[in-house]
Nanobody, 122 residues
Framework: QVPLVESGGGLVQVGGSLRLSCTGSGRALNLYIMAWFRQAPGTEREFVATISRSGLSTNYADSVKGRFTISRDNAKNTVYLQMNSLKPEDTSLYYC???????????????WGQGTQVTVSS
């Protein structure tokens, strides 16, 4: 387990941008495949993006492809989610997750942050 803390959420207008950060403590995040998920009230947790340990391989949900970019800085033990061209449907609680196996499902991830709220107003 590695404690994860997300930050960077907030209120933004349609078309705006936000950058979320996820910082780990206690263990190096480069041991893990990292991912971002999101969950709106009354819905299941939804895959957003994942990144390999080296950062060379990424995968995105179709709904965010071309607008969101996941990246990592292993020297800073931090993973980022740059979100551009935000839409009202992006409004959600965003979680970062760490795991030994990459997946578009939340199950294989063994560590989760507390979430950071992103609200996109129209």
């Amino acid at each position: 387990q590695v404690p994860l803390v997300e930050s960077g959420g907030g209120l933004v207008q349609v078309g705006g941008s936000l950058r979320l950060s996820c910082t780990g403590s206690g263990r190096a995040l480069n041991l893990y495949i990292m991912a971002w998920f999101r969950q709106a009230p009354g819905t299941e947790r939804e895959f957003v993006a994942t990144i390999s340990r080296s950062g060379l391989s990424t995968n995105y949900a179709d709904s965010v492809k071309g607008r969101f970019t996941i990246s990592r800085d292993n020297a800073k033990n931090t993973v980022y989610l740059q979100m551009n061209s935000l839409k009202p449907e992006d409004t959600s609680l965003y979680y970062c997750a760490a795991g030994a196996i990459g997946s578009m499902s939340p199950g294989p991830y063994t560590a989760w942050g507390q979430g950071t709220q992103v609200t996109v107003s129209s």
